[in-house]
């Protein structure tokens, strides 16, 4: 309460500057560029419309366009062009400063349809993938409740995505299936970790490093996936960046609830100010001061993290574009004894693991367009690497005493290729992935008398085709794909075992195709992570080394129905089918009950031999912004279930069955919005501690699996509710903003939590023993939270 306070003052000051050096101002302006989607050449001559107003331009020779004047609030833009689908972005919003420029690319439509107006959907799906995904824009995510601009966050509440224990780790669970299922693409470039204090061997943690300034839009496939792809079995979670402003200088600074961010973005190497350069950049730096926040009200742990990012576009020339593109994290998680004993706060202090991580990703695209309009290549070049140091020590605050440690580097380096290909009546696609994989790891766990080194150095390739065809006027959508993937270590399987073959179709019921039919089916596989791979026995045999890839296959079919422009409606049944799922030979439980907490996933003996399904169905309805409202419901029914060592199936601590998830906004005039989330889950089992084990191996906290399906957690129900007001003056623009998470004031479901008995003076009381803490005093709080953007 008391850094509640003096933050408000400090904004309250900050805001009064702001007013006394600046004028108002209640107009913005707009620009971008209109390309053709298939060639990837400007439009000139394209007509861009302010919806609900006479304003509007048409692009220049290059397909730029700018807007000037236009009063500050939120807009449709609508873009148009002869013989191409009509385009609309929904909910833009107007600053005085600060406004992104805007990119189009245009279907073109099929000659036999030319005298029917097309507009093209709003809800992204493609040909080949038209069904089990959703596409959030930067707009929807920077007002986002309860997201405090974290990307991450936000996917938390798409259709199908279970909350992960607790509910405060981002964990990309989908539609049953584990946290580690999930691969991430950065403009095309492969990132393994997208969050702070990230799971090796997952990719969950508690804050997500990709900065929302960047972001023109993030879309999540659950089902139906590309085979360009390798590694999904759940999902493919897609970040498309946006390009820096190449024609003037400007940024932001923004505040929230845990951290300060500083974007900047322009041209570089401008010659001529009344052309829009070739070349601009986007930069970021994120600082947390969550380490001083909980200094300040005497919690014990401290988190500490650093993220940086940027883009450098250029265009070589209207057929040739380069993007070099970055990202990584300085993580450090540690602890400090408290002043006073807390019960709670000591077997904090003693429990959680000391953390010492960073990871970075470097990328350079060449994307060339053929001259003749019929296709495109792309290469992707790009390295990343992780550097994790977790440890559990008998004496944290010291560290010393080494109860469990694991000092790991993970290396890769990556060539893609894609050519893509339009013939009359077929698109084709065709392309391959090589990797150089290093991993080192000094692993040391004294309760399971485990101690290796490892040093990994392997390649990693694959290739696929895949090809899509219209029929029936464009009615009816066919898609086929087939990859395989191998690699120069693991024996488990190779290129003919990985065969991975997929096909989707869709069909339009009516002319304007407002409902459709859609299906697809597909085989996917994933390689065991280095984790398991770099596993070695006390004789130094790396004994996962014939480790299968695990295969999953998947059965989807649903209905659209589109009820207008703005808004849709669907029901999708799926199914997942798992092989070769990796099982613990120590706890005899499937991997996919794990890697949902702070821990090193698959570092362990692992057999190939499991089994599990996920099914269900979802129901979704969403609206675009249309009469100053927007929002997205869904419910998704569904079970999840694995085998582990004795070959029966019992449900995963994922299987809640039921997921409810609504998002949805407000606008009112003069820029104020109300906007609110509610998240909700079904009862879902836990794995209970193992008193006895954990004792001896205290402060490790050793999970009882036998356990597993005995005993659920209460269900998850949390709401959010955001009020956003922005300000716009000459030189700057400016976004405040006040939410109140858990408004509903519901407790969050967490398994109970063990500490050693003490005296209430923090003396051990003998003989030891764990005695379960009481933390549920506070468990229901609402929690006020408030931030700002600053565009200059």
């Keep these: ?112 349809l030319e005298e029917v107006v097309l507009v093209q959907s709003p809800f992204k799906t493609s ?43 981002n964990d990309i669970i989908i539609r049953g299936g584990a946290p580690n299922e999930t691969v991430y693409y950065l403009d095309g470039v492969e990132i393994p970790n997208i969050n702070h204090f990230s799971t090796q061997g997952s990719a969950g943690g508690p804050v997500g490093m990709v900065n929302v300034s960047f972001i023109r839009e993030v879309t999540l496939s659950s089902s139906s996936f590309g085979a360009e792809y390798d590694n999904p079995l759940s999902g493919i979670l897609a970040f498309e960046q946006r390009e820096g402003d190449n024609t003037k200088f400007g940024g932001n600074f923004r505040v929230g609830a845990s951290e300060t961010a500083l974007t900047l973005e322009g041209p570089l190497f401008r010659r001529n100010k009344e052309v829009p350069s070739k070349t ?63 019960a709670a706060q000591q077997a904090d202090l003693e429990q959680v693991p ?79 992935n090589i990797q150089n994989s290093d991993y080192q790891n000094n692993t040391q766990f004294i309760f399971y008398d485990i101690a290796y080194l490892t040093m990994l150095n392997f390649l990693k390739y694959g290739l696929f085709i895949k090809g899509t065809r219209s029929f029936l006027n464009d009615r009816m959508d066919f ?120 821990e090193v996933l698959g570092n362990e003996a692992i057999i190939s031999e499991g089994t599990g399904e996920s099914k269900g169905i979802e129901v979704l309805f969403q609206q675009k912004l249309a009469n100053n409202f927007y929002g997205i419901f869904a419910y998704t029914f569904f079970s999840s279930e694995f085998t582990g060592a004795d070959g029966i199936l019992r449900p995963s601590v994922w299987d809640s069955r039921h997921l409810i998830s609504f998002s949805g906004g407000y606008k009112f005039n003069r820029n104020w919005e109300l906007s609110a989330r509610w998240r909700f889950a079904g009862k879902n089992p836990y794995v209970p501690v193992n008193l006895e084990a954990s004792l001896a191996a205290y402060p490790e906290l050793i999970l009882d699996y036998n356990r597993l399906g005995e005993v659920q957690l209460n269900s998850f129900n949390l709401a959010d509710i955001r009020i956003d007001k922005k300000w716009n003056f000459k030189s700057l623009s400016f976004n405040f903003y006040f939410e109140v998470q858990n408004f509903l004031a519901q407790p969050n479901p967490t398994p109970p939590e063990y500490g050693l008995s003490r005296n209430p003076d923090g003396s051990l009381i003998t003989p030891t023993s764990l005695v379960e803490l009481n933390l549920n005093d506070n468990n229901n709080t609402p929690l006020p939270t408030f931030g700002l953007v600053l565009y200059f």
């Design 1 to 112: 309460m008391i850094y509640f306070c003096v933050m408000k003052k400090k904004l309250f000051s900050l805001f009064l500057l702001i007013s006394a050096f600046t004028v108002a101002q209640n107009t913005g302006s707009v620009s971008g560029r209109v390309l053709d989607a298939q060639s990837q050449l400007p439009l000139g001559g394209a007509t861009v419309l302010i919806v609900g107003t006479s304003t509007g331009v048409v692009t220049d020779a290059e397909g730029y366009f700018k807007i000037e004047e236009i009063p500050a609030q939120s807009y449709n833009i609508e873009v148009s062009y002869l013989g191409f689908e009509t385009q609309t972005l929904y909910n833009y919003i107007i600053k005085s400063v600060g406004n992104i420029p805007l990119r189009f690319e245009l279907e073109e439509v099929a000659e036999n």
């Design 127 to 169: 040909k080949e993938t038209p069904l089990s995904t959703q596409t959030f824009s930067a707009v929807e995510i920077e007002t986002y409740p309860g997201g405090n601009n974290d990307i991450t966050k936000v996917v938390q509440s798409m259709p199908g995505i279970s909350p992960s224990i607790g509910g405060f780790r």
């Design 280 to 342: 601009s950049f986007l930069f970021s730096v994120r600082r947390s001061y969550l380490q001083f926040l909980f200094e300040l009200i005497g919690l014990p742990i401290r988190p500490d993290y650093w993220d940086y990012q940027w883009k450098i576009k250029h265009e070589i020339d209207a057929y040739n574009t380069l993007n070099f593109i970055g990202i990584g994290s300085i993580d450090d998680f540690s602890v400090k004894a408290p002043d006073e004993f807390d």
């Design 354 to 432: 000391i953390i010492d991580q960073r990871s970075a990703t470097v990328g350079l695209s060449w994307k060339r367009s053929f001259k003749n309009g019929k296709g495109f290549m792309n290469t992707v070049l790009s390295t990343n690497r992780l550097d994790n140091r977790f440890a559990r020590y008998q004496d944290n605050t010291t560290k010393t005493g080494t109860i469990f440690q694991n000092d790991s580097f993970e290396g890769e380096t990556k060539l893609r290729f894609q050519a893509t290909q339009f013939s009359d009546k077929w698109k084709w696609s065709a392309g391959f």
């Design 479 to 598: 898609s086929w794909g087939i990859r395989s993937d191998a690699d120069s270590f693991s024996l488990g399987s190779n290129l003919l075992d990985n065969l991975s073959p997929r096909a989707s179709l869709s069909y339009a019921l009516d002319e304007r195709q407002q409902c459709k039919l859609n299906a697809s089916i597909g085989r996917y596989f994933k390689i065991p992570t280095y984790t398991m791979l770099g596993f070695q026995n006390q004789q130094g045999r790396f004994i996962n080394q014939e480790a299968a890839y695990t295969q999953s296959n998947h059965y989807v079919m649903g209905f659209e129905y589109n009820l207008g422009a703005a808004s849709r409606f669907t029901v999708e049944g799926f199914r997942k089918d798992y092989f070769n799922y990796p099982i613990s030979v120590i706890d005899g439980v499937s991997l996919a009950n794990k890697g949902g907490g702070f």
